[in-house]
T-cell receptor, first 114, second 114 residues
Framework: GDSVTQMEGPVTLSEEAFLTINCTYT??????LFWYVQYPGEGLQLLLK?????DKGSNKGFEATYRKETTSFHLEKGSVQVSDSAVYFC?????????????FGTGTRLTIIP | NAGVMQNPRHLVRRRGQEARLRCSPM?????VYWYRQLPEEGLKFMVY????????ESGMPKERFSAEFPKEGPSILRIQQVVRGDSAAYFC????????????FGEGSWLTVV
């Protein structure tokens, strides 16, 4: 079945450091790929997405590129801020009308220290 | 323009009691999804409903769990005879139409079974 494997956390970085959170996937078919962010005590917010190979999703300084050859969708940010502290989830979806659902990774907790 | 509203935000139940979690989708949305997040895990799909219909309940436990989305009123996730293992965050999401690109999550309901 479809699955998402994320870099284990927790990850602790200093402010302004470079961030990479690895994400690889296994899917039958051609998935859309997503990164969601969950701030403490809140629900999930869509951070960025990519719907086909070589697409780059970007938002709030975060980027991720859909790499079909390596089945990866790594999240990157050049300079993190304290406000980026949250749990980040990689997810995929196979669009199949009538049976659409997201498959999530286990999440990576990121803490940024001043 | 209210988002997806879930209540209660926090619920404590004793073993054997019933838990009812409510979800009001965004205005005009007729597709509702329920996900469960166990401690230190990612979100797992439970059920996908459209008004008055269950489309996909492949993620629902076979016993004690049920979901509905009536013509009028919120979607309800019902857990009968709760056990400690049901303690989790339950997230509802809604979409205007089929297509994961349009899905919005609520802030979640945290169930604690004591």
């Amino acid at each position: 079945g479809d699955s998402v494997t994320q870099m284990e956390g927790p990850v602790t970085l200093s402010e302004e450091a470079f961030l990479t959170i690895n994400c690889t996937y296994t899917a039958t078919g051609y998935p859309s790929l997503f990164w969601y962010v969950q701030y403490p005590g809140e629900g999930l917010q869509l951070l960025l997405k990519a719907t086909k190979a070589d697409d780059k999703g970007s938002n709030k300084g975060f980027e991720a590129t859909y790499r079909k050859e390596t089945t990866s969708f790594h999240l990157e940010k050049g300079s993190v801020q304290v406000s980026d502290s949250a749990v980040y989830f990689c997810a995929l979806s196979i669009l199949n009308f009538g049976n659409e659902k997201l498959t999530f990774g286990t999440g990576t907790r990121l803490t940024i220290i001043p | 323009n209210a988002g997806v509203m879930q209540n209660p935000r926090h619920l404590v139940r004793r073993r054997g009691q019933e838990a009812r979690l409510r979800c009001s989708p965004m205005k005009g949305h007729s597709h509702v999804y329920w996900y469960r997040q166990l401690p230190e895990e990612g979100l797992k799909f439970m059920v996908y409903l459209q008004k008055e219909n269950i489309i996909d309940e492949s993620g629902m436990p076979k016993e004690r769990f049920s979901a509905e989305f009536p013509k009028e009123g919120p979607s309800i996730l019902r857990i009968q005879q709760v056990v400690r293992g049901d303690s989790a965050a339950y997230f509802c999401a809604s979409s205007l139409r089929q297509g994961i690109n349009t899905i919005y999550f609520g802030e979640g309901s945290w169930l604690t079974v004591v």
